[in-house]
Structure formats: C-alpha cells, structure tokens
C-alpha cells in the first residue's frame, strides 16, 4: 500500500465512475460519508518499547564498568528495550550502601534513558548459596535502611524501570534461601516481615510502577484472603497497593510446576487473571516438554508475558520449532492498524473526524502509563497537537480491537502538504519527545517516522 493524497478530485472519480482507490470502499455502511481504508500487519520485527527479549547485567560493586551507551545501541539493533539489570549488596550487609555504589546506579539510569532502553530492576545480596556463605541476606533493619537510602533514586529514575522486582531476600533476592526472613513462612504472621518490605518498596517507588514478586502466593499470603481476591478490571491502575503487585516467574517452562512458581491450580488461575492487568516477565531456565513451541506459545497467550530471557538452549528450541520469530513479535503489545475512517477533504478551519480501528495482537496490552495523541503537520512543518486524554493503552487488551473515533479542528492557517499522525509517547517529561520510547504501529515501514515517533494515518493536499 502506498501513501495517498486524498482530494475532492479523487473521491468525485469514486463516485462518478465507481473507480475505488486502492485500500478504499466505495460505500462506507459503518461509517457514512466518510473514506475507508484498510491496512494488513507487517511482518517485519522491530524494537517497541518496555516489551520483548531482554538481556541482563549485573554489578557487584562500585568499581564495575557502567553502562554505556554503545552497549545499548546494540541491544536496540537486536530489538531488545528491555535490559534485566541486578545490583548485589554484598559488601553493604551491616552497613549504608556507599555513596559510589548509589552513583553508579544514578549513571546506569541515565545511560538507560541515553540508549532508549528501560530496565527491569532487582537488589540482593547474594549470587549463590555455597561459595560465599551465610549469611544469604541482610537482617530486616538493613534492608529498610538500604531501601530507604535508594528511595531517591528510584523516585529520580523511574522513567527507565520498567518494574522493580521485589528482590533484597534470600540468595538472587527470590526469597527462597533466606538468613535474615522466615525460610518456609505459611501463616499471615509469618510473612508479616515480608509485608513490610514490599510495602517500602511501594513506597519508594512512585505510584505508576510496579513491584514484581517471585509467586502468587507471596502475593496472596501477604496481602489478600483468597485467590479470589484478584485485581479485576474496575480496580485495575487504581494506584492501590493490591494494582501494583505485578509478577516475575524465573523459571518459566522449566517442568509441570515452572520449578515451584505453581503448587496449585488456584495459583495458576490466580496469575492469569491478574496478568491480563499486571506485568507479567521473567525468564526460563531449562529445557522440558512444557517450553516446546505449543506450550510456550499457550502460556504466553494465557499469562499475557511482556518480557523474558533465558539459556540460549531455550530459544534454540523455539528456532527449531519454527515459534521464535512469533514469540519475539508478540512479547507484550504488538499494535496493528487495521481500518481507517475519515472525512474525504480536509479544509482549513473546519472539522475533520478521523475513525480507527487497532487490534492487539500481541500476549499483553502496555502495561505502564502511555500518552495518546494525534499531531496534525502542515506543509510547512507547523504542528498541531491533539492529546486524547480520555483514553488509556493500557486497557488495550491482547486479542482485541480498540476504535478511536476523534473529531478535529483543521488549523485556519494549514497548507500545503499535510499529514495526520497517531502519536504513542512516553508520558514521562524526559521521555515524552524521545522517538525510542514512542510506540510504533505494527504496519507498513513507511507509516513509521523513527525522527518523531510518530506513525502516519493519512496524508493530506491542501
């Protein structure tokens, strides 16, 4: 399909000679008086931000090597948005973390933000369970400590952290082998330490972002009576402590049980459902059965996965099976233009109602605050902008159609040739005019403008 230039001597031709540009209906039943287009999904894979593989670094003190940005110019070149970056606490155990390690992080944020990449964000103290010894974690009061000193710097940052996972217990910070909290807890009393933490963590971290934990049931155990209790479309994005538990499952595919994630039905259905409201990511961590393609593809589908990783064995497997391609495509949202509405001339001064039809055809709909604007430019590159504030991406829901149905207002000034965009930025000040963080449509190449971020809906003569 290639760009039109839509006239009233194009639409005269349609009616008088019943020619039908290419794309177009000549009779528009659902929406009268107004041009039809039709556009198909492109096949291509390209990065779209805060979704898809990921990649991982870790740092264990503050004379690590920072990020840069070479390095995540090539993570882009590879798709990746997302980078899995850890920070073990080691050398902080029983004391403040130092000033250089706080900086280092304050440097890795800011190179992020550089390279067009967010990060997925853990703390802990230990990498392992046998060659450095107990303790595994940190004592309660060091871990509040520690999550008090790094409260400013999430605050400052979190425009690039896609969600903090919960991390500080237990060896990784996947609050299994821990020293410093209950090892087995059961009762609500038992994981009262537990609460206390993921309740710092909420604090430190504004009310738009997310606190992944490792189970549903920590999530149950901690904050709710039943299964039964979970985040439902109406308490959804309500900022309430509850709509910002999200997930991370570490070893996704591993056997029947994901390697513990999952010890009952319940719990299975318990992520499903919130997961379609909640960031769902993690990564895998061995071969079985259950990460064959039609399984993968299933539970990606089933628990709406933004992000994930894992051995190179894994995502072998998926090559082989021929489903790597459609998993890198559909990790998170993958937003496809499928029908188009609009008036057939636009005249300075006057109204023009433009209709769209977006399907979701990815495992997840975005999962953090997103802007929605249409820009109208004129020939001469002056800009108008249309900010949708009624409307929220993150209820884009996977496997289905969302219409945007806007009436606009053509500048008295406008001339020349003029294009009408659908903009998708960030909503984030540092962010909001960053191309790399704007969402791009799943179309043709040349609705894409990678200089604005913006994605082209019709071009216009005026």
């Not at 009576?225 to 109406?234: G, K």
């Not at 433009?354 to 399907?359: A, P, S, T």
């Not at 055809?361 to 020939?379: H, K, Q, T």
Request: charged share 25%.
């Amino acid at each position: 399909m290639t760009v039109r230039h839509h006239s009233i001597f194009i639409c005269l031709l349609a009616l008088l000679f019943g020619c039908v540009p290419e794309g177009m209906e000549d009779v528009n039943k659902e929406y009268p008086g107004l041009v039809h287009e039709t556009f198909k999904e492109s096949k291509k894979v390209f990065p779209n931000p805060e979704r898809g593989f990921d990649d991982g670094r870790n740092w264990h003190s503050a004379s690590d090597a920072p990020l840069t940005k070479q390095f995540l110019t090539v993570q882009r070149l590879k798709n990746r948005t997302v980078l899995y970056t850890g920070y073990y606490l080691t050398d902080y155990m029983e004391s403040d973390i130092a000033p250089e390690f706080l900086d280092l992080i304050s440097k890795n944020m800011s190179v992020l933000r550089e390279g067009g990449v967010k990060c997925v964000l853990r703390f802990a103290y230990k990498t392992d369970m046998y060659e450095t010894g107990h303790p595994w974690d940190a004592q309660p009061e060091w871990v509040h400590r520690h999550i008090e000193q790094l409260k400013p710097v999430l605050q400052q940052n979190s425009d690039v952290i896609l969600c903090l996972q919960a991390g500080f217990i237990g060896v990784w910070g996947e609050w299994a082998y821990t020293d410093g909290f209950m090892r087995s807890p059961s009762t609500k009393e038992d994981f009262r330490t537990r609460r206390d933490v993921m309740l710092a963590l909420l604090d430190a971290l504004p009310k738009n972002r997310t606190v992944a934990v490792r189970t549903g049931r920590y999530k149950m155990n901690m904050f709710l009576d039943s299964y039964a209790d979970s985040v439902t479309l109406e308490t959804a994005y309500n900022e309430s402590d509850l709509s910002r538990i999200c997930a991370h499952n570490d070893c996704f595919g591993a056997d029947a049980s994901d390697m513990g994630t999952f010890t009952t039905i319940a719990e299975r259905n318990f992520w499903k459902k919130e997961s379609r409201y909640l960031l769902m990511g993690g990564e895998t961590c061995q071969l079985s059965y259950h990460c064959s393609c039609k399984r993968t593809l299933e539970d990606c589908e089933a628990y709406h996965w933004t992000y994930t990783s894992g051995p190179a064995k894994v995502s072998d497997r998926w090559k082989e099976e021929g489903c790597y391609d459609e998993i890198e495509k559909r990790l998170g949202y993958r937003l496809v233009l499928t029908d188009l509405h609009h008036t057939p001339q636009a005249v300075p001064g006057e109204d023009y109602r433009v209709v769209m039809r977006i399907e979701n055809v990815g495992f997840a709909a975005p999962m953090n605050p997103r802007d929605v604007e249409l820009v109208f430019v004129d020939g001469g590159g002056d800009k108008k902008v249309y900010r949708l504030y009624d409307i929220d991406p993150r209820y884009w829901f996977a496997g289905e159609q969302i219409t945007i149905d806007r009436t606009i207002r053509i500048p008295e000034d406008a001339e020349g040739d003029c294009a009408l965009y659908l903009n998708l930025p960030d909503p984030e000040f540092a962010l909001r005019n960053n191309p790399l963080f704007s969402i791009r449509l799943a179309n043709a190449e040349y609705m894409w403008d990678e200089t604005t971020g913006y994605n082209r809906l019709i071009t216009l003569k005026l």
